[in-house]
């Protein structure tokens, strides 16, 4: 069964502690990003990776931190940084990083953080 | 800065209505523009998308047109069902010298009632 899976679906952590938010792919994808999400809001790009060992910061990276060393993986690390890391977090991916092949980007479930 | 928007944040319509949901957008520069629907707690799905040399497509209950002279894309759906209830969300390709990534607007929350 094809997808794309994130863990864990709710993430509770303290003020000042870093926390890494996984994102699986077996779609045989390129491209993988992530968004973020906060209430009432659209999704602002943080991350992306067009390919394996390669990855590009989007509007909003400040605080975060990723890592591209297998195809299948893409997490993301929430660092104490983050000035309100507090959010719904999104992961995709897409076949190839340029149009048409990245106009349908398949998301996982998300990852309600909260920190504490 | 946000280069997509939505004219309104809310829709409501009774069921079996049509739809529309508009967006405008501000680079002209974009070869695709793509519409997607999250229903709650759910990631975002992929609807439809339409190049830039088309003002119209077609899908399923879905229509999108794109007007580049005001820069302005809608999507219309037909006969509204409750299960169309959720946001939805245009995008568009954002392309530069560091690679290509979807930019996502604001969302229109799309209410269905029956």
């Known amino acids: 069964d094809g997808g794309i899976t994130q863990s864990p679906k709710y993430l509770f952590r303290k003020e000042g502690q870093n926390v890494t938010l996984s994102c699986e792919q077996n779609?045989?994808?390129?491209?993988m990003y992530w968004y973020r999400q906060d209430p009432g809001q659209g999704l602002r790009l943080i991350y992306y990776?067009?390919?394996?060992?390669?990855?590009q910061k989007g509007d909003i990276a400040e605080g975060y931190s990723v890592s591209r060393e297998k195809k299948e993986s893409f997490p993301l690390t929430v660092t104490s940084a983050q000035k309100n890391p507090t959010a719904f977090y999104l992961c995709?991916?897409?076949?190839?990083?340029?149009?048409?092949?990245?106009?349908?980007?398949?998301f996982g479930q998300g990852t309600r953080l909260t920190v504490v | 800065g946000e280069s997509v928007g939505l004219h309104l944040p809310t829709l409501s319509v009774q069921e079996g209505d049509n739809s529309i949901i508009n967006c405008a957008y501000s680079?002209?520069?974009?070869?695709?523009f793509i519409w997607y629907k999250q229903e709650s707690g759910k990631g975002p799905q992929f609807i439809i998308d339409?190049?830039?040399?088309?003002d119209k497509r077609q899908g399923q209950r879905v229509t999108v047109l794109l007007n580049k002279t005001v820069k302005h894309l809608s999507l219309q759906i037909a006969a509204t069902q409750p299960g169309d209830s959720a946001v939805y969300f245009c995008?568009?390709?954002?392309?530069?010298?560091?690679?290509?990534?979807?930019?996502f607007g604001k969302g229109t929350t799309l209410s269905v009632s029956s």
């Open positions: 990776s067009q390919i394996v060992n390669d990855f």
């Open positions: 680079n002209s520069a974009s070869d695709y």
């Open positions: 995709a991916s897409s076949i190839g990083s340029d149009p048409p092949l990245n106009t349908e980007a398949f």
């Open positions: 779609l045989n994808h390129d491209a």
């Open positions: 339409i190049r830039s040399n088309m």
């Open positions: 995008a568009e390709i954002l392309a530069n010298q560091a690679g290509t990534a979807l930019i």
